[in-house]
């Protein structure tokens, strides 16, 4: 972080006069660099790109109003997910209630124990892209989170404000869908899964 | 959905391990206990590695999705508006501000203090030089009552004024309306002749002018605390020890003119006197006539 080592300007800074401006210099430093990964996820969990530059911009919004509680050295990225994601869960729950719509409908069965849906070789970009929209928000925000972000499950857990158990069962949930829906689309373009061309052995 | 089709209840429970295997959420015994069942099952490792294919696949595509060039400008631009409005004229990097306004700060206090110390040795300088004068008046005219009633003619003045300076009596007698030369000398101060005095009365009180060397002395320093410019010479005013008096330079001479008038009427009064005064000084008189005395920078 660039900072003033000078002693005069470590004195304006802690003047009442300069403390705002060297706030801003912080939340410049902490907060900019993760615009992108906001984004990123952001454009995938919302209807289009609009609502993602909104949604990042009231996350911004939020983080800098109430940056004088997020202490400084401490994960600045996780704290805004943790905004993002509260800040998108509170726009489904009002979206919920005007429009009289369950929020996480899954269309998933509860047997874990399925066997695994068989992927194609070669997965193209609008195919996943494809099979992601198909997976319920509860389930993509996860797998975007640990696969995408890279979010351990214990950070995952606190920026959702669910439990652990809750994370991997979504997690393993959301992967499966999303090998299920990139092998309908490959059904669909009569392409055959790998396993289907290699053969399978135990 | 299909049927279950793992190979053995050993793959069924290793796979039940591979999401938190793929995201390294498992302990390390497990990891190496699941790592080793994968070195020889074929079907398991296959399976891994179609959730890895998955998973780079996902995180390629979503990789490629980059936030509009202007989001950036557009969330600052939000976060200023949320600020006071003293605030919102402030540049994008707000380090560069705080770099701007630590300048202009340092910047202003110098130059503020280099005008008040300017100023404060100038008035300084101006209250030393003009105190000559003041003490002279002090010490012949009112003290020492060195004057009489009845004023000499003027010949005499000419006479005791002596022939380097007798030429300014007449600069004097005619610059001063209203007053009248009561002495004309070469005052003495410590036994040693050091300023030429005219001591005048007029307007209910005594007036002096006194004409002494410069030694090295200027009022220059004090130029932008110049009472009044009269006739191009600078003039330079100060009430001390309860007088008032108006000082201003010759080439080798300071003169002043000191009463205990008010200070404008002084200004007043030294304003035509002072320019032909310097120039009869200038013009004719040596400097050599009175004897060097101590410089004030001494």
């Known amino acids: ?202 | 959905m299909s049927a279950i089709n793992f190979g053995s209840k050993q793959c069924e429970r290793i796979r039940g391990q591979l999401d938190a295997y793929l995201s390294n959420e498992l302990l390390v015994e497990t990891t190496g206990e699941v790592a080793k069942h994968l070195a020889s099952c074929v079907a398991c490792s296959r399976e891994l590695e179609s959730l890895m294919r998955v998973r780079d696949a996902l995180r390629s595509v979503v990789g490629k999705r980059l936030p509009p060039e202007h989001l950036g400008a557009a969330v600052r631009t939000r976060i200023r508006k949320a600020q006071p409005a003293f605030f919102s004229f402030l540049p994008v990097r707000p380090a560069w501000a705080i770099a701007y306004a630590s300048l202009a700060i340092v910047i202003a206090a110098g130059v503020a203090g280099q005008q008040w110390l300017k100023v404060r040795s100038g008035r300084q300088m101006i209250a030393t030089v003009l105190t000559l004068g003041v003490r002279d008046h002090l010490h012949c005219a009112i003290r020492g009552h060195h004057y009489p009633d009845v004023a000499y003619p003027l010949d005499e003045l000419s006479k005791k004024l002596g022939s380097s300076y007798a030429a300014l009596l007449p600069v004097v007698e005619a610059r001063l309306p209203g007053f009248q030369i009561l002495e004309a000398h070469i005052c003495y101060a410590g036994g040693r002749r050091m300023y030429v005095h005219f001591i005048a009365r007029g307007r209910g009180t005594i007036l002096s002018v006194i004409l002494t060397r410069r030694e090295g002395e200027g009022l220059s320093a004090g130029r932008f605390l110049v009472a009044k410019t009269s006739g191009g010479v600078h003039l330079y005013d100060a009430n001390l020890e309860g007088m008032s008096v108006v000082g201003f330079e010759a080439r080798d001479y300071f003169g002043f003119v000191v009463s205990d008038l008010g200070i404008d009427e002084m200004v007043q009064l030294a304003s035509p006197l002072a320019p032909p005064l310097r120039d009869a000084l200038n013009a004719g008189t040596e400097r050599g006539a009175l004897p060097p005395r101590r410089s004030l920078f001494s």
């Open chain 1, 1 to 202: 972080m660039a900072r003033f080592s000078h002693p005069t300007v470590a004195l304006l800074e802690s003047t009442l006069l300069l403390r705002p401006l060297s706030r801003m210099a912080d939340f410049e430093d902490a907060a900019m660099p993760h615009l992108a990964d906001l984004y990123r996820s952001a454009s995938f969990l919302v209807r289009n790109s609009v609502d993602a530059e909104d949604l990042v911009q009231e996350v911004y919004l939020e983080a800098w109003k109430s940056f004088h509680r997020f202490e400084m050295g401490t994960n600045c990225r996780a704290w805004l997910f943790r905004i993002m994601f509260h800040r998108l869960h509170h726009l489904r729950r009002r979206l919920v209630k005007t429009s009289k719509v369950e929020a996480f409908a899954s269309p998933v069965d509860e047997d874990i124990h399925v066997a695994a849906p068989q992927v194609p070789q070669d997965i193209r970009d609008e195919d996943i892209l494809r099979a992601l929209e198909r997976v319920p928000l509860e389930f993509r925000e996860v797998v975007l989170m640990a696969d995408v972000e890279d979010f351990s499950y214990k950070e995952i857990a606190e920026t959702l404000m669910i439990p652990l158990g809750t994370v991997m069962s979504r997690l393993s949930r959301g992967r499966r869908l999303l090998r299920e829906g990139l092998a309908d689309v490959a059904r669909t373009y009569g392409i055959r899964p790998a396993s289907e061309r290699g053969g399978e052995s135990a």
